[in-house]
């Protein structure tokens, strides 16, 4: 038996599953969306993109396949929305400090990383036969952002005369990023000092003298 939307009053889920696409005009209930989305998430990084299924998607949402399939036409585009539900943040203030801005950035990097299961979610993207959508979404939901704010931190090092403008900052961009994912795959934790020994290693690399 079907389950019930916490915060959904009965009668409206019962309409949801009742009503056929854009009968009398009645706009979707948000909360629906919600939380399907939500598990779809949950599911996608559990079982990959080959692994989502609609129906159950839908079976532990508490609603139908119909209802879904009203909202988004498949699989694809279920885990598209599913995505891109996923709150980044938002931008830390800078503090003057290049270096103490790194640290807090992989401390940031690390937080987001945790909350939102990020590694199995680019593993996702990774998984042959996750369609390229998928994978676009991936990126510019998880990877880019946080990627643009190291190479800020970067560029704001060699503004502020602190890092050699000359140094290799893409493979320094390459080795913050990808220093979790290399925890990750050997399920390591990444450890207390994590952010503040790697951008240490990176900014040294650069030219800088960390601290």
Not at 5 to 18: F, K, S, T
Not at 62 to 91: P, Q
Not at 150 to 157: P, S
Not at 173 to 184: F, I, K, V
Request: a neutral charge; aromatic letters at 4%; one cysteine or more.
């Amino acid at each position: 038996m079907l389950g019930h939307l916490i915060g959904v009053p009965p009668a409206e889920q019962e309409i949801e599953r009742a009503s056929p696409a854009g009968v009398g005009g009645r706009p979707r209930n948000v909360e629906i969306d919600r939380h399907v989305l939500e598990v779809a998430l949950r599911h996608l990084r559990s079982a990959g993109l080959p692994g989502l299924s609609v129906a159950a998607v839908a079976e532990e949402a508490g609603t139908t396949r119909a209802a879904v399939y009203r909202r988004w036409t498949g699989r694809t585009e279920l885990a598209v929305a599913a995505l891109g539900t996923i709150a980044d943040g938002g931008l830390a203030p800078a503090t003057g400090d290049p270096y103490a801005d790194l640290v807090a950035e992989l401390e940031r990097f690390r937080r987001f990383v945790t909350e939102t299961d990020a590694t199995a979610l680019v593993a996702v993207a990774l998984l042959q036969g996750t369609h390229s959508r998928v994978r676009e979404q991936v990126r510019h939901q998880l990877v880019e952002p946080r990627r643009r704010r190291l190479r800020d931190c970067l560029a704001a090092g060699v503004a502020a005369g602190a890092l050699r403008a000359q140094a290799d900052h893409a493979t320094a961009e390459d080795l913050l990023a990808g220093s979790w994912l290399a925890h990750a795959a050997c399920g390591e934790d990444l450890g207390d000092d994590w952010a503040r020994r790697t951008a240490a290693m990176v900014w040294a690399a650069c030219g800088g003298v960390p601290g």
